[in-house]
């Protein structure tokens, strides 16, 4: 055990001393688990410390910078990486050209002349490069890639949305720019709240990022907690009747449907079942019934959240054979699809987390009480741990 001090320098010099003699040289560490090919053909790869070989090196972080910008740092495991080298990222087929190869000491980036095996070494401007990208100099080495790491998922959400009108597009940039340098911090588009979610590790780590959203990138956001995506369902089955009949001056519309719905289990989807006997429904007016049911699931009925899980079956109706219309049909599809959900029982869907939770046992009874006063049900405990959902 070595203790330094970073404010006074304090042991520094010995804790680089202690670094430089034992510490494990290339030749001695064990490279990362290289991969060759997809799949279950993937075969495992050696990257020697050979500074003659073909290179091989893992980009294992993006730095975007304001002033250098996009900062790709990655370390050499095989070959020689020199100034004006040309590499390839991964299986990409066009190579780009080391132009500048720096060498990072604190916030100075130090230009060198080479990267061996070992080297930290970086390269800015390449808008191919990502975290865990493969970068090497021969087609040989194509679709060698990096065992997947195992990151936690990141379960904290916030809605951002820019704090001053006109901002959008450069809060949209600055946000991927962060997710590009972080592996645990996603940004996403929620179609049908018609929100920007960033979602990270905690609290804190989303925090942090914001910060340096504003600090580095200008940008000032406003958060919320993420609107919830529900869903609307039927319990039970119902019958539906609706006649949609329409008469001007000139030609009118006539159409008549009956339906019947009924549940499917969760996930089920959505089913749409043809029934009709004897042709009292044209089967060219059958797609402009399931129009009209359709109308209905992406609306909602109760909430205006989507449907899911219901089968809808047609079985009869009534056509005209002057004034039945296609119009005519998805007007009478949807009128009767909606007077059959009030008669099934429709409910609001919410979404459900399966969550593990790990904690001493002298405090299992305030865990257990906080999770029944948010609605959790507790699917069961032993002694390793407690089981929620």
Avoid: W
């Avoid at 001007?248 to 043809?274: N, S």
């Avoid at 797609?287 to 009209?292: R, Y």
């Avoid at 790990?358 to 257990?368: C, K, L, R, T, V």
Wanted: include cysteine; charged fraction near 25%.
């Amino acid at each position: 055990m070595c203790f330094v001090s970073a404010r006074s320098g304090v042991g520094v010099k010995e804790l680089l001393d202690i670094a430089e003699k034992l510490f494990p040289h290339p030749g001695e560490a064990n490279p990362p688990p290289f991969m060759k090919g997809t799949g279950a053909d993937a075969q495992p790869v050696v990257a020697r410390p050979d500074p003659d070989a073909h290179v091989i090196a893992d980009v294992f972080r993006i730095v975007n910078d304001p002033f250098v910008g996009k900062l790709g740092i990655f370390r050499v495991y095989q070959g020689t990486v020199k100034k004006d080298t040309q590499l390839f990222v991964d299986d990409g087929r066009k190579p780009f050209k080391v132009a500048h190869l720096f060498k990072l000491k604190g916030k100075d980036h130090v230009e060198i002349a080479q990267a061996v095996p070992g080297d930290i070494a970086a390269v800015a401007k390449v808008d191919e490069l990502h975290f865990d990208a493969v970068l090497h100099d021969s087609h040989d080495e194509d679709q060698i890639h990096l065992a997947p790491l195992d990151f936690p998922r990141p379960m904290f959400g916030l809605a951002v949305e820019a704090a001053s009108k006109g901002q959008e597009q450069k809060l949209s940039t600055a946000l991927h720019k962060l997710a590009e340098e972080d592996p645990c911090f996603r940004v996403e588009h929620e179609t049908e709240t018609n929100e920007t979610v960033i979602r990270g590790l905690s609290d804190l780590h989303l925090r942090i990022n914001l910060d340096r959203l504003k600090d580095r990138h200008g940008v000032e956001v406003t958060t919320r907690p993420p609107r919830i995506a529900y869903r609307e369902t039927v319990s039970a089955r119902a019958e539906g009747h609706h006649r949609h009949k329409k008469q001007t001056g000139g030609a009118g519309q006539f159409g008549e449907v009956f339906l019947r719905i009924e549940p499917l289990p969760r996930g089920g989807g959505f089913e749409f079942v043809d029934e009709v006997k004897g042709g009292t429904i044209p089967g060219q007016f059958l797609p402009a019934v399931e129009k009209g049911v359709r109308q209905v699931l992406s609306g909602g009925a109760i909430a205006g959240y989507p449907m899911q899980d219901v089968r809808v079956i047609v079985y009869d109706g009534k056509h005209h054979p002057v004034d039945s219309k296609e119009v005519a049909f998805v007007a009478a599809g949807k009128k009767a699809f909606l007077d059959a959900i009030g008669k099934a029982k429709p409910q609001v869907l919410e979404p459900i987390v399966d969550l593990d939770v790990n904690a001493p046992e002298q405090h299992m009874g305030d865990i257990s009480g906080g999770l029944a006063s948010k609605r959790a049900r507790i699917n069961g405990t032993d002694s390793a741990r407690a089981l929620a959902g």
